[in-house]
């Protein structure tokens, strides 16, 4: 098996386990901004967790895209694509931590992963 068919399933996997991942903090902060739960360690650790995934999934794209598209404009675009849902994600992450209410909290985690997962999913068949 050649190496760039293994960087390809490897990215194209990471990226769908990465949506998941997402899709399921969506539902969790959203469940926990209706029903009015505390935000605790745990709710930390989830989103911490998928800030993390979402991190590694850039770096997975970016070797993605040195390794299968040449040089030029697509390059410089294709990494765009793959920055900007890891910048929102990072920015939601960031804000979430400045608040102190609970329902605040859950309500940036819920828009700014919500745009990131949006972005990436957008991004995933685009690289196609």
């Known amino acids: 098996m050649k190496t760039s068919s293994i960087i390809e399933t490897v990215f194209y996997f990471w990226t769908s386990f990465v949506q998941i991942i997402l899709a399921m903090i969506l539902i969790y902060s959203l469940a926990g901004l209706f029903l009015k739960k505390k935000f605790n360690s ?16 850039l770096v997975l794209g970016i070797i993605f895209i040195f390794t299968f598209n040449p040089f030029g404009f697509f ?51 685009n690289l196609n």
């Open 42 to 57: 745990n709710h930390l650790r989830y989103f911490t967790f998928g800030l993390i995934f979402s991190i590694i999934q």
């Open 75 to 125: 390059l410089i675009k294709n990494i765009f694509s793959v920055i900007t849902p890891v910048l929102f994600i990072y920015l939601g992450w960031s804000l979430h931590n400045k608040q102190f209410d609970s329902r605040k909290k859950f309500l940036r985690i819920f828009i700014f992963y919500g745009l990131g997962l949006f972005l990436l999913s957008i991004n995933y068949y």
